[in-house]
């Protein structure tokens, strides 16, 4: 599929296009030419060129906690059975945090195997969800 079929066009309530996302090959190749135009053009990535975690945005997570059990920080990978008692700790972290949320969602991605981790906290209990790593097909 060329990468110009793969644009996708945002638009507004009345149908309008208002942004357009190109996927981030094109961008690479767009970038040296087009990237002086938008200064903000790549949030939330890191000198080194990664996706920085959401570290401010999980601190007001937890800043506001006043669930009816304490925060756990352990996370574990049912895809590959990695498993750790704190993501923030120790070198080599094999978990990432994608995103969290104050509506109580935090979000892990498994470095060893792609599978994403999501842990919803309710009030009174905690439900875990993941999504393992799809297979490329040749």
């Known amino acids: 599929m060329p990468e110009s079929s793969s644009l996708l066009f945002v638009t507004n309530a009345e149908g309008r296009p208002v942004a357009v996302q190109i996927p981030f090959a094109l961008w690479k190749r767009l970038e040296a030419e087009a990237g002086h135009l938008l200064p903000d053009a790549r949030p939330g990535f890191g000198k080194n060129g990664r996706v920085e975690e959401p570290l401010k945005a999980f601190d007001e997570f937890l800043r506001y906690w006043d669930f009816r059990y304490p925060y756990n ?18 070198e080599g972290r094999p978990f990432r945090l994608t995103n969290a949320s104050l509506g109580g969602l935090l979000v892990f991605r498994c470095l060893k195997c792609n599978t994403t981790i999501r842990q919803k906290h309710f009030k009174d209990h905690v439900a875990y969800e993941f999504t393992p790593p799809h297979k490329r097909q040749s």
Do not use: I, L, Q
């Not at 920080?73 to 120790?90: F, I, L, Q, Y």
């Open 73 to 90: 920080p352990a996370v574990s990978c049912p895809h590959c059975g990695v498993s750790v008692t704190d993501w923030r700790e120790g």
